[in-house]
């Protein structure tokens, strides 16, 4: 493998195996290709597909959260938690790796606190998942940066109701009736596209 002597963004140059063909290694988050992917961030989007499913459901006055329980690899470890509280009235869930989603939860947990500190009230749900998206584009432009591996489902409620958003490494976010995210997660996506009208009917 050989490497580009200067730190320009450039890409290292891989020899192939099978033919004596140099495929081009992206290193750089900012990189961008000619037809406008970046693939670091591509890769964190895989990372969000091979977590572990979760999925969030909201109806009127509820939002409910679930997720899958791994079991552990051997007898002697332990569980890594999935859902978390960022305050008493938001909570996520986390699918790729989890060390970059507990950091995202320390991040709300600090502007929730700022939140209620400075104006004496809870943070409303969208501004929370908004300050989350743009913390995540930061990541997609800055070369000492990698995006986050981790998607998360976002629940809450406010004045404005109850709410359930998804956000991706890319730095999007959207706010959804149904969704799900992890492995596993387009044939669940289709259940609930077939599905939620009777769920919202029982609810």
């Known amino acids: ?24 290694v992206r290193h750089r988050c900012y990189y961008m290709e000619s037809n406008g992917r970046l ?76 939140h209620r500190f400075t104006f004496g009230s809870t943070i409303p749900v969208n501004r929370l998942v908004l300050l989350v998206a743009d913390k995540s584009q930061v990541c997609t432009q800055r070369s000492s940066k990698r995006p986050y591996g981790v998607g998360t489902l976002v629940a809450g409620f406010d ?19 149904a969704c799900a995210i992890g492995a596993r997660s387009q044939s669940a996506r289709t259940y609930l596209e077939k599905n939620f009208k009777e769920f919202d009917t029982r609810a």
């Open 39 to 114: 693939h670091q961030v591509e890769y964190a989007m895989e990372a969000v597909k091979q977590g572990s499913p979760c999925l969030g459901l909201k109806s009127k006055d509820y939002v409910v959260l679930a997720g899958l329980k791994r079991s552990p690899h051997t007898e002697l470890s332990s569980y890594q938690r999935k859902a978390l509280q960022i305050d008493d009235h938001v909570g996520m869930m986390v699918a790729g790796l989890v060390g970059d989603g507990r950091a995202l939860s320390r991040f709300m947990r600090n502007e929730a606190l700022s």
């Open 159 to 177: 004045d404005l109701g109850a709410h359930l958003y998804q956000t991706c490494p890319s730095g999007n976010y959207y706010n959804y009736h």
């Open 1 to 24: 493998q050989l490497a580009c002597p200067l730190d320009l963004g450039c890409h290292s140059v891989q020899n192939s195996p099978a033919k004596n063909v140099q495929k081009p």
